[in-house]
């Protein structure tokens, strides 16, 4: 356990941090506050609400799962190759982070879209994905894969090189040296990296309704069901259906402190 050493911390640090949490924790407890507890089964239990939970929990799990299967080698390659064509790669995976969710959203339509680059290709074989749960994955696919390959490529860069290079001078295929040494040693970032990418697709909104639409029953997610309970003046039912949201990022939490103290080689020495 790290020593709480009070002589090394300067005491005006606590303004600015007690600011801080004020900031954070402020808006979550008014949330707390004005919720209505009493109509919560009511409201939670409507159809619009469970419709929305199960689209959002079935499409964070497609996106989620996409992330894991793409992103592991994407970020295993940016891990160990090196070239003048590694540090675009870096940037093209860091520019969805910053792009506004309207900007992000146009740009999925202008690729995926009935009259997009490789929309149009689609539906030349009869496929269009713009306003089906299909578009809504896509959209979670795009904004939650970099948080999925920051997370990974942090934990596989931490994994000793050695460890790697004497399994190959023992005959070890890389094949092999991937399973069964490089990726159980980064796991713990792996799955960080999957329940960011899981709670970062369940939170999905301006993206989704610029690509997807709201559609009921198809596309419309959580994010989407509390800002129509907004707009049809039911603040009851967009405080409701919050809580319920801010609840399954808890759980999230929890499984990713669970997980990851549980995994091999995820608690440091000497904590």
């Known amino acids: ?5 009070p002589s090394t911390v300067p005491r ?18 008014a949330l707390v506050v004005k919720a209505p507890w009493t109509q919560l089964p009511e409201l939670l239990s409507s159809p619009d609400a469970l419709q929305s939970l199960w689209l959002s929990l079935l499409t964070s799990f497609a996106s989620t799962l996409v992330c894991a299967v793409l992103g592991v080698p994407l970020a295993v390659l940016l891990s160990k190759l090196t070239g003048w064509w590694i540090g675009p790669m870096r940037g093209l995976l860091l520019i969805p982070l910053v792009l506004s969710p309207v900007v992000s959203g146009i740009a999925l339509l202008y690729f995926w879209g ?10 030349q074989i009869g496929i269009d994905v713009g306003f089906t749960p299909w578009a809504v994955v896509l959209v979670q696919v795009f904004v939650s894969l970099p ?3 920051i997370s990974t490529l942090t934990s596989l860069n931490a994994v000793d090189p050695e460890l790697e290079m004497v399994a190959a001078t023992s005959g070890a295929g890389a094949g092999q040296i991937l399973r069964y040494i490089t ?29 997807a639409g709201s559609i009921a029953g ?5 994010p989407l069901q509390i800002e ?17 949201l801010i609840g399954i990022y808890v759980v999230v939490l929890l499984l990713a402190r669970l997980g ?3 995994l091999p080689g995820s608690r440091a020495p000497g904590r």
């Open 183 to 211: 990726t159980p040693l980064a796991m713990p970032g792996i799955l960080v990296g999957a329940l960011l990418a899981f709670a970062r697709s369940l939170g999905e909104y301006g993206a989704t309704i610029t690509f």
């Open 260 to 262: 990851t103290n549980r």
């Open 147 to 149: 948080f999925f390959v």
């Open 228 to 244: 129509l309970s907004l707009n049809s003046n039911q603040p009851q039912a967009a405080l409701g259906i919050s809580l319920m």
């Open 218 to 222: 198809r596309t419309r997610t959580l």
């Open 1 to 5: 356990m790290r020593q709480f050493v």
């Open 12 to 29: 005006w640090l606590w303004v600015p941090a007690g600011i801080a949490l004020f900031l954070l924790a402020g808006p979550l407890i």
């Open 114 to 123: 009935r009259n997009g680059l490789f929309g149009s290709l689609l539906g």
